[in-house]
């Protein structure tokens, strides 16, 4: 057995089922191998980018670690911010680059690039293999970093010498020991009962849901502790999706780009209790005036994110779903909120209620994401790019028991379509759903030959405005002159560019008959795109 069918054995006992991938000749041997195990299926990316978003889409929606494969040099560069976006968003996967044969490492030859290196500031580790014997350790040890503590994306460098050099002796570790490296996993008791007294004590206590809820497979708990003590719930972009939006005490997302309702919830609250998010800036706008107002507990797996923004009265490191557990096994007292709780509901109401402006000739897309929520299925996953469309999406896109992903950390454009071929890679059966602006579109459109090699059913939603629409918003303020290097002059026909790749079309420009359209788009057999046209000067606080 030779250092590349030590690897692809590896991830077989990993129980890896699909790659997404860009072939090469540095990572030719481990193809080679790959191509032999017919277990393992393999998506062909487009540009190596996306191989990351499409092992970030499965890796989210499956709860396993997500692989992606691509050569040395400018595969890899390629790579790296599909790597940095899953380290961002603390997502679990193994990335794996060729390497040049190791006697020339250093020598600059033919698309040497030092990988680990660059990768260093946002990969959880990286391993550079220098004998085909260390491979099954190290493929045992980068799923294990991967997955436990706080999740995110470890990078396995293997020149190509490496992966032709037969082993001794293949041996496959049953568990791993690495120096150092003990995730918090139960909560201190202690730390626990401070919790329960701060919450007792509370007069407008309020939770505050992150992505990290998510990564724990903690959901179930989190509603369960949420509807227990009655608390009302806000959450971050990466946690949107953890309560529908017609619950009761869901007060919608904060942050800049956040909802009233939920914000208000906020600066009133005399307890925050962050439950797996950072509080980074687009989340908590002003943490030193959050701070001075109120107590804070603050709930994370990764000691390094408590105190970083804000200093919590209660900081509490673990992994989530077993300190959720640990607190609903007590007896939680919680005071009368129900006066806060029901001027919350006021407010919350009215946000869901609120009509839209209208356009002739275009639709807004607040007035399309709240139609198309309603008609997806309970458990749609929708898959949001970044820019204007995430903001409207994250504002007024129903949810139900499905799932949003979106570049939060980051901030990705051309996220959302290879996030959701990873997606449907997972999960074929799960109703798939893109949306984004016609700028991120153009950055990951090639992807449409993966939704079409691989037959898949993705309804992909584009907000057409000819602009940078994010940014075109910005500019448009002081102290900026106006919107300049924006325009989107020169941009294919979206629907002969659909036709091309053989993916259907239908265009959106009356609202009025938005019902009808979007039935037609939903009920499409197969890949459909929906081009929506919107007017450039729509603003997200419209």
Known sequence: MNGAQAL??????????????????????????????????????RTEQNAGHMASGYARVSGKVGVCMVTSGPGATNLLTGIATAYMDSIPMVAITGQVPSSLLGRDIFQEVDITGAAAPFTKHSYLVKDANDLPRIVKEAFHIASTGRPGPVLIDIPSDVQEQELRDFFYPDTVQIRGYRPSVRGNELQIKRVIEAISHAGRPILCMGGGVW????????????????????????????????????????????????????????????????????????PDEIQRRMSIVHIDVDPAEIGKNMQPAVPLVGNIKVILNQLLEREIPVPDISAWKSDLRTLRQEELSRVFPRREGYVFPGTVLRKLGAKLRDDAAVCVDVGQNQIFACKYLPQKHGRLLT??????MGYSLPAAVGVKVAQPDRQTVVVCGDGSFQMSMNELAAVRAGGMDIKIVVFRNHTLGLVHQIQRCAPYHGPFGVDLEGSPDFAA??????????????????????????GTAGPCLLICEVHPDVNTTD
Do not use: W
């Open 497 to 522: 560019l659909a036709a091309a790749y053989g993916i259907p079309s239908l265009t959106a420009s009356d609202e009025d008959a938005l019902d009808q359209t979007i039935d037609q788009f939903l």
């Open 407 to 412: 570049s939060g950390g980051l901030g990705t």
């Open 8 to 45: 692809v054995e590896s991830l077989r006992r990993e129980q890896v089922t699909h790659i997404f991938g860009y072939a090469g000749a540095t990572i030719c041997p481990a193809v080679d191998a790959l191509a032999a195990a017919k277990e393992i299926g393999y998506t062909l990316v």
């Open 215 to 286: 990564l724990a497979d903690a959901q179930k708990e989190m509603i369960t502790l949420a509807e227990r003590t009655g608390i009302p719930v806000i959450k971050t972009m990466m946690g949107l999706s953890l309560i529908p939006t017609d619950h009761p005490l869901n007060m919608g997302m904060i942050g800049a780009h956040g909802n009233r309702c939920a914000n208000k919830a906020l600066v009133k609250s005399d307890l925050l209790i962050l439950v797996g998010c950072r509080a980074a800036d687009r989340t908590i706008l002003s």
